[in-house]
């Protein structure tokens, strides 16, 4: 597995810049960068620009907050900066923040996303060959492209595009359009082996799977208990989302899922975190030697792996870890 670091959540566009150096200074394959409270484009802009060789990969991208063109735009731009070190990561984010965040359309959305993703390879396809931009769909038409906003080739080629994925339908598309799938940090071994690849079916060559694993580290059982509980608060925080209760399902803990998602309703956090009993967080966490734990639940399963931590932690933690992790 090639190791990545996962800037935090909420980090800053200077944050991801300087989360980039120190991730490539320590010998990290790659960085991802996630969009919440920033822009993702901006932070991984000004980490192309101090960086040199470390991949950078969005984490996600919106898909549904913009166009296919202004999308093109973007990751194109982000694949010339970097001299070819971009991952175009994208997701659909759920129907609620597209509608009412974003006040954009929503409708059929693993459909969307197929014809989303097939109207940018038009687009970049277009710039590359000079051949006339005629992409028509169902939901995106795209039919004009004069020189004037023409880039032209990327010298670098085209950034791969990584698509987040949970649900069979999204699953099936990320295996059809897609050069990867961004699994979600709420996963098993179980749910990857029986109904991720399976859904996947055969992929292109180089396709490639990702995971943001939550792991519970801490230099003492203090720090840790705390990592734990930051821990549980998060796997209850995605849990309660209906998108993802076919996971829980899974493991037979589809009641659990609407008891969260009601008590989401009410904003009662710190009583969905104490939903998350010892079964569930083993499950979705790896705690105690997590480097081993990792190894054992994920090599083979996935390509590249990195360490999701919703909680202050120690550098050199996450830098032993990595180490351990990169063992062959």
Do not use: C
């Not at 822009?39 to 991984?44: G, H, I």
């Amino acid at each position: 597995m090639l190791v990545d670091f996962a800037a935090g959540v909420g980090a800053s566009p200077l944050d991801v810049e300087a989360a980039a150096v120190r991730a490539e200074r320590d010998g990290y394959d790659g960085v991802g960068a996630a969009e919440s409270k920033h822009d993702v484009f901006t932070a991984l802009t000004l980490a192309a620009r101090a960086t040199e060789t470390i991949t950078l990969q969005s984490g996600i991208a919106v898909a549904f907050a913009r166009n296919p063109m202004s999308l093109a735009v973007l990751a194109n731009d982000l694949q010339l900066i970097s001299r070819g070190r971009f991952q175009l990561g994208l997701g659909s984010q759920v129907q609620a923040h597209i509608e009412r965040r974003f006040a954009m359309p929503w409708g059929k959305p693993a459909a969307r996303m197929a014809e989303f993703i097939a109207a940018v390879r038009a687009i970049w396809d277009a710039w590359r060959t000079g051949e006339r931009l005629a992409f028509r769909g169902e939901f995106y038409r795209h039919t004009l492209m004069t020189d004037f906003f023409d880039p032209g080739p990327n010298p670098f080629g085209n950034p791969p595009i990584l698509l987040a994925a949970v649900g069979e339908r999204m699953t099936a598309v990320a295996g059809r359009v897609a050069d990867g799938v961004l699994v979600h940090p709420l996963t098993s071994p179980a749910y990857i082996r029986e109904r991720t690849r399976p859904v996947l079916g055969e992929t292109r060559e180089g396709f490639s799977l990702s995971l943001s694993a939550f792991v519970v580290l801490g230099e003492d059982d203090k720090a840790r208990s705390k990592a734990e509980q930051a821990v549980r608060g998060q796997i209850a925080f995605y849990a309660s989302t209906p998108a993802y209760r076919p996971v829980l399902e899974l493991h037979g803990w589809g009641d659990l899922a609407d008891r969260l998602n009601h008590l989401s309703r009410q904003r009662a956090w710190a009583e969905m975190a104490g939903l998350i009993s010892d079964d569930v967080l083993d499950t979705f966490a790896v705690g105690g030697d997590v480097a081993r734990g990792l190894r054992d639940r994920f090599a083979g399963l996935v390509d590249r792996i990195s360490f999701y931590t919703p909680y202050e932690v120690e550098p050199e933690l996450l830098r032993e870890l990595r180490e351990s992790v990169a063992i062959p």
